[in-house]
């Protein structure tokens, strides 16, 4: 049984760093992606970023170069490292998995299956 418990969330200033962390039970790691998706009030959920099962990771254009995903096998973790964060960033974050095994060139974020609580980002300016 797969499930997504998502922590670290919190208020920070703008140019900041925050890291999340998505404890991911359930989800076997060789066969699955993962994704961290955000959703800010009055907008659309939208795909920050995701690893496929190859470990590679993609981003959305709006967090290139700030943000930074990764997984850890023994502890059955999932993290987003998000640096230089700006108020635009505020949102609440959500855990995705998908549980099997997929790669980017022929996925898409239509498949995330299951879901976190989510975890709230607040940046101030």
């Known amino acids: 049984q797969v499930h997504l418990e998502e922590s670290g969330g919190g208020s920070v200033q703008s140019g900041g760093s925050l890291r999340l962390s998505c404890l991911a039970s359930g989800v076997p790691y060789d066969r699955s992606c993962m994704a961290w998706f955000r959703q800010a009030p009055g907008k659309e959920r939208e795909m920050v970023a995701q690893?496929?099962?190859?470990?590679?990771?993609y981003y959305s254009d709006s967090v290139k170069g700030r943000f930074s995903i990764s997984r850890n096998k023994v502890e059955n973790m999932l993290y987003l490292q998000m640096n230089m964060l700006e108020p635009e960033d505020t949102a609440t974050y959500y855990c995705?998995?998908?549980?099997?095994?997929?790669?980017?060139?022929?996925?898409?974020?239509?498949?995330?299956?299951?879901w976190g609580l989510g975890t709230q980002v607040t940046v101030s300016s």
């Open positions: 690893m496929d099962s190859a470990d590679r990771g």
């Open positions: 995705a998995a998908y549980t099997a095994t997929c790669y980017m060139e022929q996925f898409s974020v239509a498949k995330y299956r299951y």
